[in-house]
C-alpha cells in the first residue's frame, strides 16, 4: 500500500482510494491524476494493489483501476481530474 502526502493536519484515513494491480498501465495513468489531485487539494489517497487479497481481486478482477472516494466507488479505468477535484471539494 502507498499513501499519498497531506497538506495540514492529518485526521485519519485518505478520502481516496485506487485499487490496482502490478503491470497495468491504467493503473499507472490513473494514480499519477489522483497524486495530483490530491496534492492540488490537500487530501491524502492510499492505492491498494488487489492481487494481495484474493476478495478484492475477486470483485474488482478487470476493473482496475477502481477509485473510491470517502468509501463509495467514484470510477473505474480512467479518472477524469475535474470530477475527482469535484467529488473533493
Do not use: K, N
Not at 11 to 21: I, L
Not at 32 to 41: S, T, W
Amino acid at each position: 500500500m502507498r499513501w499519498g502526502r497531506r497538506r495540514g493536519a492529518d485526521d485519519g484515513r485518505p478520502r481516496v482510494t485506487v485499487y490496482s494491480r502490478p503491470g497495468c498501465h491504467l493503473c499507472e495513468q490513473a494514480e499519477e491524476v489522483v497524486a495530483a489531485v490530491c496534492a492540488e487539494v490537500g487530501e491524502r489517497y492510499e492505492v491498494v494493489m488487489i492481487d494481495d487479497d484474493p476478495r478484492l481481486a475477486e470483485r474488482f478482477t478487470d476493473e482496475v483501476p477502481v477509485t473510491f472516494v470517502d468509501g463509495r466507488q467514484h470510477d473505474f479505468w480512467r479518472v477524469d481530474p475535474q470530477r475527482l477535484r469535484a467529488a473533493l471539494a
